[in-house]
């Protein structure tokens, strides 16, 4: 059997072959990522993607769990990384480990993820001394969208020097990766550089140590979000409206179901041998 990936291994990686994450949500999600990403995150944008909802400060614990369970279901190569919601892990180091522990042990993901960086930092070292594996995420942190006033770049001029010494502290507690988010391309190069563990970037151009993207985003399930660093590598999103309008335009002339869909009164009379 394949031996599944786990953050050493993953820590192990850096400066070889960028690594690849995409996120997931779902069983069949999962098993699509599995055989050609290295890791599967079951990111909170699940909440905007999935629910509906405006940010990802109203996803829960619940939440996590639930598409947590689904999705390693369908790994068996690629690792799990969970992230913490909003409002599970800010409060203190025990409240942190507490409920990063339920979600491993609820999901049977291996890893989990928080927001933050130097003021985490304590946070990140205490469950790592834990047994619990952390990525960190710094620059843009979509849960802290209410303090920060927008999905905005972060890291330009007089905020680099913060976003390296927040990498520096996410390394220093003990993260095993750390995703850099909308942070400007150069700035990336420098902390990819300056650190030893790997950095996996969205929207903070190729100098990072692997890439990760939502899914939905890639595959152009949405019509109407198009941020400047996703491509998007099919349009499933044309692709499914234009599967139901035929379909609602078929059973609206009755063309569906045909004969070939539906089944037979009387059972079709064996070949006698
Ligand atoms: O929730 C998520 O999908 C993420 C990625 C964008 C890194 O955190
Ligand atoms: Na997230």
Do not use: W
């Not at 291994?9 to 599995?34: E, H, N, S």
């Not at 940010?55 to 068996?76: A, D, F, K, P, Q």
């Amino acid at each position: 059997p394949v031996r599944p990936v786990l953050p050493p291994d993953i820590k192990a990686r850096k400066g070889g072959q960028p690594m690849v994450m995409l996120t997931a949500y779902t069983t069949p999600m999962a098993r699509l990522v599995d055989p050609h990403c290295d890791m599967a995150l079951v990111g909170d944008s699940l909440g905007m993607v999935l629910h509906g909802l405006p940010s990802t400060v109203g996803v829960t614990m619940e939440m996590m769990i639930l598409h947590g369970r689904s999705v390693v279901r369908g790994l068996s190569k690629a690792m799990a990384v969970i992230d913490m919601p909003f409002g599970s892990y800010e409060e203190s180091p025990q409240q942190a480990f507490r409920n990063a522990a339920r979600l491993m042990a609820e999901t049977g993901a291996p890893s989990v993820k928080l927001e933050g960086g130097a003021h985490m930092a304590e946070t990140i070292a205490f469950l790592t001394a834990r047994g619990v594996p952390v990525m960190a995420h710094i620059g843009l942190t979509p849960q802290s969208v209410n303090t920060l006033g927008g999905y905005k770049v972060v890291g330009r001029d007089d905020e680099a020097a913060k976003v390296m010494a927040d990498a520096k502290a996410c390394e220093a507690a003990g993260a095993f990766a750390i995703v850099l988010e909308k942070v400007p391309q150069g700035l990336t190069g420098q902390i990819t550089a300056a650190l030893s563990i790997p950095t996996i970037g969205i929207g903070a151009g190729a100098d990072c140590d692997g890439q990760v993207l939502v899914i939905d985003d890639m595959l152009g399930l949405f019509t109407d979000f198009r941020p400047k660093f996703v491509k998007r590598y099919a349009e499933l999103g044309k692709l499914a409206d234009a599967a139901i309008a035929t379909y609602a335009g078929e059973v609206r002339a009755r063309a569906f179901p045909g004969p070939e869909h539906a089944f037979a009164d009387v059972l079709p009379v064996k070949a006698k041998s």
